[in-house]
């Protein structure tokens, strides 16, 4: 029988790869390693990857395993399904993973200009409704920018096509230079990613839309500190399988 999620969180408390700092935390207890997460939590000087959203973190495990000289952070509210993946971190001890457990709104509480260089949005809600609460709008870019470096990457996995359109069109709205961008990334590789290791690893989600056969979606930008970013004005069709056991609430059939 598998672990209770009670079981699960007092085994996090112990674990010395996770950091859990929800609001009601960070109000209080200041988070002292903002800009020192090289120094105190690694002891290294390689660059710094983080996975928001990253449920169980099998892209955080995943890459730390395949990229040694490159440190992972995962980062979700969700204590349970982040236990998963600090535990598979702790047993195959991998000293270059650790996980925050907090909100991705608060983010930039916990990492200091330049700190990081990469950022992996593995299978993000789409939040059709809210561009505020979309994890690659302008309002979340903006947030980015005062952690990340100039230029840095930012990788979206997705099977949504209403993320994947709205983002794509975020970027080309802003400029923002694209290495790929494919909407059936396992049908249609990209030359550039044929047998490339990042398509070893699928998440929790992604086995899931493929077992109902969606196509995966993948779009690699880089996010430059310059200019003042636009929204997009665009109507977008929403992703209608997302609402099969919901009551529909609205007759809207697209969203900005
Ligand atoms: C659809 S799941 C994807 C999980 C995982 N990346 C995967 O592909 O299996 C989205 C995850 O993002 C997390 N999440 C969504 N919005 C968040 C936010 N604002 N702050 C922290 N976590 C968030 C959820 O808790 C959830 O685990």
Redesign the pocket.
Known sequence: MGKGKLAKFAEMKEMSNVFEYPFSVVDNVPFTMKGHWRDEYFHNDNPIVLEL????G?YTVGLARLYPDVNFIG????GA?MWTGAKLAQEQQLPNVAFLR????IIDRFFDRDEVQEIWL????PQMKNVH?RLTSTFFMERYRRFLVDGGLIHLKTDSNFLFTYTRLMVERNGLPTDVCTDDLYHATPEGLMGSPLLTIQ????SMWIERGLNIRYLRFHLPQADTLAEPDVEIPLDEYRSYHRTKRSSKTTAR
């Open positions: 959203g990253c449920g169980k099998e980062v979700d509210i969700k399904r907090t909100s991705i709104e593995t299978f993000s809600d609460k998440t929790y989600y992604e």
